[in-house]
T-cell receptor, first 108, second 115 residues
């Protein structure tokens, strides 16, 4: 099956800092999603990005499918950005294989 | 309106009991899933249904039985609950067609605690 590796596993930043989260994967996929799991446990869709670059406010994501990695950028971090960020991959609408996540803590 | 809703949100029960978790989506999707998140936050697929037909059945004990009465519902019944079943169970849905095809949307999760 697909292997998904996320780095770093943990990240602690001051409010206002920028961060880059990385997702490496072992096989070609045509479905890649980034999720934010907030401290209440909800999984929030951030991006559907099997290739290319997208931006949504302070967040942006880039996937380089040929090199099998995706990056999530968070700029001007806020405390509400705290939580666990997951990348998840698959084919079409088959199952998603999740990475182990990056736990982000933003300190006021 | 909640797009993917699960009930109950919390479930505390004794070992050996049988329990069910319900999931409903109002997005018009044709595919629904159950995922399990363990205590280390690792998320893994359990089942997938497309148009009420079982598509994916990962290595899950047969004490777990999904049931899809229609495209909008996918319920999970668990027999003879064990301590190791304690986890958060997430329902999700997606569509094979349309502008937002293949994007999976998740419910809020059901936290199951087996005592």
């Amino acid at each position: 099956g697909i292997q998904v590796e996320q780095s770093p596993p943990d990240l602690i930043l001051q409010e206002g800092a920028n961060s880059t989260l990385r997702c490496n994967f072992s096989d070609s996929v045509n479905n890649l999603q980034w999720f934010h799991q907030n401290p209440w446990g909800q999984l929030i869709n951030l991006f559907y990005i099997p290739s290319g670059t997208k931006q949504n406010g302070r967040l942006s994501a880039t996937t380089v499918a040929t090199e099998r990695y995706s990056l999530l950028y968070i700029s001007s971090s806020q405390t509400t950005d705290s939580g666990v960020y997951f990348c998840a991959l698959g084919f079409g609408n088959e199952k998603l294989t999740f990475g182990t996540g990056t736990r982000l803590t933003i300190i006021p | 309106d909640t797009a993917v809703s699960q009930t109950p949100k919390y479930l505390v029960t004794q070992m050996g009991n049988d329990k069910s978790i319900k999931c409903e989506q109002n997005l018009g999707h044709d595919t629904m899933y159950w995922y399990k998140q363990d205590s280390k936050k690792f998320l893994k697929i359990m089942f997938s249904y497309n148009n009420k037909e079982l598509i994916i059945n990962e290595t899950v004990p047969n004490r777990f039985s999904p049931k899809s009465p229609d495209k909008a519902h996918l319920n999970l019944h668990i027999n003879s609950l064990e301590l190791g079943d304690s986890a958060v169970y997430f329902c999700a849905s997606s569509s094979r067609t349309g502008r937002l095809k293949n994007i999976q949307y998740f419910g809020a999760g059901t936290r199951l605690s087996v005592l």
